[in-house]
């Protein structure tokens, strides 16, 4: 199954002129400048804001997913730049508008908005919120015209790691000679017996991570310049406070969830030591984590694991699983592993248009899980976009992980109900602790990451190779009790991952998420009052208020530490399962 990109637009010739339809928006703020405080002015602008902004999307999301069917494809690449080109242009002469109406006043505004334009109420209101950190127009201009030239350390990380980073040959003990790449790493140290075949897999990748190092330090060191300058320039105290202001997310959940996770690393640690047991390993090594206690028979088809995963959606009633079969039609998946397509997966979407998913199926088991969660991404969209107009369907990626892990979670358990062979059982408990292990507590590592790397820059200490390497060593040590020196390039491993380079403070919503989507999945199965509509009313509201508002309405507060220690009681309770079944 492939992507229909005509499901978009026909050809490129109506991108095109779609392309020039934005420059003739870009052209109308001329008109709006000034007038924003008539009723008549903040009326169009709000027009304004609603078509242009779905006419970007469309254009940007086109290209993106144009260039991810095939990364090394130069007229792709082209489209991306262009588009790229534009948004920043379109950021930078839209910029006046915040401090024009700020300068209005929040009462007229909000007054405008209740009257004629409601779904721009939240938006409003959190400008006014905001006001201390937003510029006079002059400045925004500025700060604005700088955003396309930070985006290339952006692209520089992309095309240095995906274009010039070819696959390697790996002679394994068997005298099979493969080919390793990103995209199969995974799967082969997942399969291969030996560790020292397993070394010599993971090497093969991360010896380019080595190679390039100091640039990958330079670049990320780039990008962190960027936001430091930014959170000067908007007087912020810290770069997380500005990064997470924005939704009025408070640095206390942040810190909450690093703190509270890394004082419960017992159960990480006992579980690697089941397995350093289980596997006979004099020493347990990263490039071990991926090793299954029993091997599953089964090799899971795209359609099999469609047809799994829509059969798991029967508990959520027929309207949600009608959302989950338009999500997974013909034309709106992309299935296969191709060379030049962007690794792992993902749901994205127009407004009008509908959700897509990108997916690198291999066949396992990790696969028809992955097909679940990027399927909730899309129902999530899917109710978004229903009941909201444009300005409130970009959900915040704080929510955005809920919905994707409660489909995994539902996923799991209808695959633990429909099993009843002991080894199978086996495989999806480990499925499960190992979903904790990865969503949970090793994205809250590189939260943790994230945290100590922007505060080296914060307080004037250099950001190089050695800096950044050695934050991992440690929190490896915390976390696991992996001695990295041991390892020749996984203290790499902030080099690997792409979010990092791409979106700084984006990795701690997995864990945030997971825990919450684990909260509220666990009030819809014990059917607790009211928490299926809750559930349903999560998704439908998309990003009209606050995202810790929204999943406090939704039943799990997130301003205290409940559901991070409750994930941790989970990993312990599945653990004792786990060693009853091994024995």
């Known amino acids: 199954m492939n992507w229909d990109l005509t499901r978009i637009y026909k ?61 090394k494809d130069k007229e792709s690449s082209r489209l991306i730049a262009r588009i790229g080109s534009k948004y920043s242009e379109y950021v930078e002469k839209s910029s006046f508008a915040d401090p024009e109406i700020l300068s209005i006043g929040k009462d007229k505004i909000l007054s405008y908005c209740k009257e004629f334009a409601p779904a721009f109420y939240h938006t409003m209101e959190n400008l006014f919120r905001r006001n201390e950190h937003i510029l006079d127009s002059k400045s925004e201009g500025i700060l604005a015209s700088f955003s396309d030239a930070s985006s290339t350390f952006n692209q520089l990380y992309s095309k240095l790691t995906i274009v010039d980073n070819k696959g390697v040959k790996v002679l394994l003990s068997s005298g099979e000679e493969v080919e390793i790449n990103k995209a199969n790493m995974t799967y082969y140290l997942s399969i291969c017996k030996s560790q020292e075949d397993r070394r010599k897999v993971f090497n093969a990748v991360y010896e380019f991570y080595d190679l390039h190092k100091n640039t990958l330090a330079s670049i990320y060191a780039g990008i962190l310049k960027s936001e430091y300058a930014n959170m000067k320039n908007r007087g912020y105290k810290s770069m997380v406070s500005a990064k997470l202001d924005y939704e009025n997310i408070p640095v206390s959940v942040y810190e909450s969830l690093i703190h509270t996770t890394r004082e ?35 090799n899971y088809s795209y359609s099999e694991a469609k047809k799994m995963v829509l059969e798991a959606m029967d508990f959520m009633g027929s309207d949600y699983k009608a959302k989950a079969e338009k999500c997974l039609a013909n034309g709106v998946v992309d299935v296969d592993i191709k060379e030049g397509k962007r690794n792992g997966a993902y749901s994205t ?55 994707s892990t409660f489909n995994e979670q539902r996923f799991l358990d209808y695959l633990m109900n429909t099993v009843s062979d002991k080894d199978e059982k086996i495989v999806l408990l480990q499925q499960a602790i190992d979903n904790i292990c990865a969503t949970y507590y090793r994205q809250t590592l590189f939260a ?63 864990a945030t998420s997971f825990s919450a989507s684990m909260a509220l999945y666990d009030d819809v199965k014990n059917k607790k009052d009211g928490a299926f509509d809750r559930y349903i009313n999560l998704l439908k509201s998309g990003g009209a208020d606050y995202p810790v508002t929204l999943l406090k309405n939704a039943g799990c507060d997130l301003t205290k530490p409940d559901a991070f220690l409750a994930v941790v009681r989970r990993m312990d309770s599945l653990l004792d399962t786990l060693e009853e079944l091994l024995k």
């Open 448 to 510: 943790t990451f994230e945290y100590e790397a922007h505060k080296l820059l914060e307080e004037g200490k250099p950001i190089d190779e050695d800096a950044l390497s050695d934050i991992m060593r440690s929190l490896y040590k915390d976390y696991y009790d992996i001695d990295l020196n041991e390892e020749e390039y996984k203290c790499l491993v902030w080099a690997y991952i792409p979010h990092f380079f791409n979106y700084p403070f984006y990795v701690y919503q997995y």
């Open 349 to 403: 979407s127009t407004y009008e248009e509908g959700a897509f998913i990108l997916l690198n199926h291999n066949g396992d088991l990790s696969d028809a899980f992955t097909l679940a969660h990027e399927c909730g991404h899309s129902i999530h969209t899917t109710y978004t976009n229903m009941n909201q107009e444009y300005i409130n369907s970009n959900y915040s990626l704080f929510v955005a992980e809920v919905a």
């Open 11 to 71: 050809n490129e010739n109506l991108w095109e002129e779609d392309f020039k339809k934005l420059d003739s928006y870009i052209l109308d703020l001329e008109n709006l400048k000034g007038n924003l405080g008539t009723k008549e002015g903040f009326k169009a602008y709000t027009k304004w804001v609603n078509d242009s902004g779905i006419l970007l999307t469309k254009l940007y999301v086109y290209a993106s997913m144009k260039n991810d069917l095939n990364q």
């Open 264 to 298: 419960n690393t017992l159960p990480l640690k006992r579980y690697y030591k089941i397995r350093k047991d289980y596997f006979k390993l004099d020493k347990l090594r990263t490039y071990d984590r991926f090793l299954k206690f029993r091997e599953s028979s089964k």
